[in-house]
């Protein structure tokens, strides 16, 4: 890349919300609904903190010390944990709930580390500058004089690992450094402008996540692997669709829990991405789905290990 990438080039795939794919794509996600309600407040105040000023008034009037201390929260939410869990999926679909909530046209900048700036040195940092260009001005677009913004812009920065690469600042790489100085930066602009903008960062390594980054965040969003139940609600209502009986569900639910001596089950992406499609491919075109079958392929498949947060 020489320069800098046009707004095409760095968001290649723009999402605009409200929009029905998001909505039932959000839906879909099973077992996050905290996580859901959490984002959309935050993400909603960011849009419209007038909405808190109102709040204040009507609950606790003469309060507004608080609503100055919560609304100076820097614009940033990270995502953190397992693979397959749902973080890129919720990330990519929550600006349709706030969408929704707020009455106002959201755009999501989707910008992935881990396609993008593995090239020559400095080209992460001049990717997330540009990024961060972008969404500043886009946002300032869409700022109000007071009160509701017009619209407003989310940042996804996703597969962020590589902001989030080594717990010791001073043993990173100068290179590595300057990315997260431009992460930080681009952050502390929004937030300074009060732009109706905010940055959603995903990643696998929390434990890793730079002190600079994890100070800023407004909110730090764990993710783990499916529970029982959780598996219960993703693998139910597409096996009964199928014919197979709650017994038939129970046993694949157990089936794909931690098992052989090893201490994890499936991840959500497991259930969704392999084991549903495999048990409909095994059957097609010559016959139709069957249990006994489909316990046999859950015992064949093995999930994915867990992401190691201490891995160098
Ligand atoms: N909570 C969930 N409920 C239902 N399906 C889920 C959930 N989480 C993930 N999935 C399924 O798994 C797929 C992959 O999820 P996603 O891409 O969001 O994972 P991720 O957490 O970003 O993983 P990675 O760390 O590997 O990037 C989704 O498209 C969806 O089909
Ligand atoms: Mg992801």
Known sequence: MTGRPTLDELFECRLTYPDFDPQERLARLVGLDDHKARLSKILGLLVNPA????WVKKHHPGANGIVKTVLRRPPLVVLAGDVGSGKSELAETIGDAVARQEGIE??????SLSTRGQGRVGEMTQLLSAAFD???????KLQASGGRARGAIILLVDEADALAQSREAAQMHHEDRAGVNAFIRGVDRIANGRLPAAVIMCTNRLSALDPAVRRRAADILPFA???DNQRHAVLGPSLKELGFTEQHVAALVAATGARNGQDYGFTFSDLTQRLLPAIVLDAYPKQPVNAARALEIVKRMAPTPPFKDGDA
């Open 106 to 111: 959201i755009t999501l900048f989707p910008l």
């Open 225 to 227: 692997r499916p529970s």
């Open 51 to 54: 909405g808190l000023e109102a």
């Open 134 to 140: 972008y969404t500043v001005d886009e946002a300032r």
